[in-house]
């Protein structure tokens, strides 16, 4: 009697726990706002170089050079990121922001611009269709950007601002 009691309740709880994945609005607002926060925190020191440029990589994470000096490859398990890196554009640069605010404006879902100590960055996430979104996290003249999925959607928010926030440019 007992086993069944508790059978009955351990699938019980698993239904619940199930149905209580977050929607895509929160996902979103929790990823851009745990973003800001990395964003102001101190970067991560650095674990790969490239190039000429040094970064921060969290675990389960790869690079892949291209033929564009500019751009990398950046895989983690299925999903695939670019990281652009504009060596001539400073800390306080707010190109990618401004290009992606006129253009975009349209397919804007959520946007956080921050400023700190003469840096500048942001997160932004774009409609793509189809149950897609495009994530985008920037600090200064690098951006890290991916398609996504409705899933994990504020993870992948949080460790592309790691990881543009951790960029060093060799000058």
């Not at 000096?69 to 400073?90: A, C, M, R, T």
């Not at 922001?97 to 946007?111: A, C, F, Q």
């Not at 985008?136 to 926030?165: C, F, Q």
Request: overall charge negative.
């Amino acid at each position: 009697m007992k086993k069944w009691l508790l059978l009955t309740i351990s699938a019980m709880l698993l239904l619940v726990l199930s149905g209580c994945g977050k929607s895509v609005e929160e996902q979103i607002n929790i990823g851009v706002a745990s973003a800001q926060t990395v964003f102001e925190e101190s970067p991560r020191e650095p674990n790969k170089k490239i190039g000429q440029i040094d970064l921060y990589l969290p675990s389960g994470y790869s690079i892949k050079e291209t033929d564009d000096v500019n751009n990398y490859v950046l895989s983690q398990g299925k999903n695939k990121y670019i990281l652009f890196v504009n060596v001539n554009e400073e800390e306080d640069s707010k190109l990618h922001y401004e290009l992606l605010k006129n253009s975009m404006s349209d397919k804007i879902v959520k946007e956080q611009p921050v400023e700190l100590d003469g840096a500048f960055g942001f997160t932004m996430v774009l409609n793509h269709g189809d149950e897609q979104f495009e994530l985008i996290a920037s600090s200064g003249g690098v951006k890290v950007s991916t398609i996504s999925n409705d899933r994990k959607m504020d993870d992948k928010l949080v460790e592309m601002m790691m990881i543009a926030r951790s960029v060093e440019v060799e000058r």
